[in-house]
C-alpha cells in the first residue's frame, strides 16, 4: 500500500492513522529524522489497519476499574476520565468506555539521524562509542552485529542525533473546552431519535451519561455533548481526521452534522462541529 503525503501530514499522525509503529514507518521508507515532502510517496505496511478515529471501545465488564484498564491499555486514569466526561473513579458493568489506540510507544518519538562511519585499524566498539557519545549495544542494535569483532573499512551506522516526531496533523489547535445541554426525556423518546434530534450519536449520549442500558425513563434529565465552539472554518493541510482529533469527537460525527459522503474537504469550508 501506498500513501501520498500531503500539506500538514506528520510520521506520527500517518503511524498512527494506518495502525504501525513510527520508527517502522521510516525505516521501511529510509526516513532520516521526521521531514517530510508534500507528494512524496510513503510505503504503509501490507499488514497496516486503519485508525482514523484513534479510540476503541471498551464495554466494563464485573471486575474492572479505571485503573486496571488504563494498565492494560496503556493509558492513564486521568485520560480515560478526560475523554468520556467523567466526573468520578465509578464504573458499571456494560458501560461502554472510549480508549486512546496509540501505536506509537513515547520512547519511540524520536527518529534517529545517522552518519557512515569506515572502520580504521585501531578502532573498538567501545572507542567508536564514547567518541560519538552513543552506547556500544546501541551501535550493535543499529548494524545488526553478531558480535564485537570489526574489520578495517568495515562501514557502520552511527546515531548523531534525533528528530522528535510532530504529534500531529496541519497546525497546532488547543482543544475546545467541553460542554453539554440538557435535555429531558418525554413520552416517544428513544436514545436514537434524541441522538438525531441533536446531531450527535448514541455512544456519545450513552458514554456522557454513563448509562448502562438503552432504557428512557420520561423525566430523565440527559446531558447533550456540545462544544465552545459551533463551527470550524477548514485549513490547509486540515482533515476530517485530524479535526475531528482538534476537538475531541468523532469522524463519522463531523460527517453526520455536515451531511458529507466522503471525506474530501475544501479550504475555507465551514463545518459545524
Do not use: H
Given at each position: ?9 506528520t ?18 521508507n ?14 504503509i505496511?501490507?499488514n ?103 574489520s ?6 552511527i ?21 453539554y445541554n ?22 456519545e449520549?450513552v ?29 490547509i ?18 460527517k ?9 474537504l ?8
Amino acid at each position: 500500500m501506498n500513501y501520498t503525503v500531503k500539506a500538514g501530514d506528520t510520521l506520527w499522525g500517518i503511524s498512527n492513522q494506518y495502525g504501525v509503529n513510527v520508527s517502522d514507518l521510516a525505516a521501511l521508507n529510509n526516513i532520516s529524522g521526521s521531514n517530510l515532502k508534500v507528494g512524496q510517496v510513503l510505503k504503509i505496511p501490507s499488514n497496516s489497519g486503519n485508525n482514523p478515529d484513534n479510540m476503541f471501545m471498551y464495554t466494563v465488564k464485573k471486575g474492572d476499574s479505571l485503573w486496571n484498564i488504563a494498565k492494560v491499555y496503556g493509558t492513564s486514569v486521568e485520560e480515560l476520565k478526560r475523554i468520556n466526561y467523567l466526573t468520578n473513579n465509578n464504573l458499571y458493568i456494560g458501560q461502554v468506555l472510549r480508549i486512546p489506540e496509540m501505536y506509537t510507544k513515547p520512547e519511540d518519538m524520536n527518529v534517529p539521524n545517522y552518519i557512515n562511519y569506515r572502520v580504521v585499524n585501531g578502532d573498538t566498539l567501545y572507542s567508536i562509542a564514547k567518541k560519538y557519545s552513543v552506547s556500544v549495544d546501541t551501535i550493535i542494535s543499529d548494524n545488526a552485529l553478531k558480535s564485537n569483532n570489526l574489520s578495517l573499512g568495515q562501514n557502520l551506522k552511527i546515531r548523531t542525533s534525533s528528530s522528535v516526531v510532530e504529534e500531529c496533523f496541519g497546525e497546532d489547535y488547543e482543544i475546545p473546552t467541553i460542554s453539554y445541554n440538557t435535555y429531558t426525556v418525554v413520552k416517544g423518546d428513544s436514545l436514537y431519535s434524541i441522538a438525531k434530534k441533536f446531531n450527535t450519536s448514541v455512544s456519545e449520549i450513552v458514554s456522557i451519561n454513563n448509562l448502562t442500558s438503552n432504557t428512557l425513563n420520561i423525566g430523565q434529565v440527559l446531558k447533550i455533548p456540545g462544544t465552545s465552539s459551533n463551527t470550524y472554518t477548514v485549513k490547509i493541510g486540515d482533515t476530517l481526521y485530524s479535526i475531528a482529533r482538534k476537538f475531541n469527537v468523532s469522524v463519522d460525527s463531523i460527517k453526520n452534522k455536515n451531511g458529507l459522503t466522503n471525506n474530501n474537504l475544501s479550504v475555507g469550508q465551514i463545518l459545524k462541529i
